[in-house]
């Protein structure tokens, strides 16, 4: 079974300060999505990085897919009040045709003002 | 697009009965759709793997006699929790997943979760 370590699984940081929150792997995904869920919400999708080396961006977020398509990483600038929330990585394993996703154990966030 | 509808979004029953839970696909088909448990500030937990049409295929440990999940058609997937007692009470999501471009396949679409509580 492929293990998807995220990292941290707490942050508690001050508005407009910038954090990264990292995704990693031994194994090789096919695709890897972000997603952010608040409390009492279904996750909700954020991203989805397929080529390795690629970078997407979405506004104050940057997400990152490693060379070798086993990690990846979000970096959140500047961040405010409103990105607080559970940040959770999915990995598609590279040989799975059922389409199961490999969860990381999530990144609780917490901006403070 | 893409959206994911569950229902109820939150139940309490007693002890010893069974609750069913509705995941419904509005604006695209799912010919795949998967249920999930989670914890309270914890990651998702895969339950079982939902097929249009043929039988769900389950996580290690999971009860497939006491969860039953139903994929009657390409937007509907039901979970019933028998014999519910408080052990069961969680947040329960679905999702179906994406269809269409390649990139889409590997994507997963949630509902916005089942509080289920009981007591």
């Known amino acids: 079974t492929q293990l998807l370590e995220q990292s941290p699984q707490f942050l508690s940081i001050q508005e407009g300060e910038n954090l990264t929150v990292y995704c990693n792997s031994s194994s090789v995904f096919s695709s890897l999505q972000w997603y952010r869920q608040e409390p009492g919400e279904g996750p909700v999708l954020l991203v989805t990085?397929?080529?390795?080396?690629e970078v997407k961006k979405l506004k104050r977020l940057t997400f990152q897919f490693g060379d070798a398509r086993k990690d990846s990483s979000l970096h959140i600038t500047a961040a405010q009040t409103g990105d607080t929330g559970l940040y959770l990585c999915a990995g598609a394993e590279i040989y799975n045709q059922g389409g199961k996703l490999i969860f990381g154990q999530g990144t609780e966030l917490s901006v403070k003002p | 697009g893409a959206v994911v509808s569950q229902h109820p979004s939150w139940v309490i029953c007693k002890s010893g009965t069974s609750v069913k839970i509705e995941c419904r696909s509005l604006d695209f088909q799912a010919t795949t759709m998967f249920w999930y448990r989670q914890f309270p500030k914890q990651s998702l937990m895969l339950m079982a793997t939902s097929n249009e049409g043929s039988k769900a295929t389950y996580e290690q440990g999971v009860e497939k006699d006491k969860f039953l999940i139903n994929h009657a058609s390409l937007t509907l997937s039901t979970l019933t929790v028998t014999s519910a007692h408080p052990e069961d009470s969680s947040f329960y999501i679905c999702?179906?997943?994406?269809?269409?471009?390649?990139?889409?396949?590997?994507?997963?679409?949630f509902g916005p979760g089942t509080r289920l509580t009981v007591t």
């Open positions: 990085v397929v080529t390795g080396g």
């Open positions: 999702s179906a997943r994406g269809s269409g471009r390649a990139q889409e396949v590997y994507e997963q679409y």
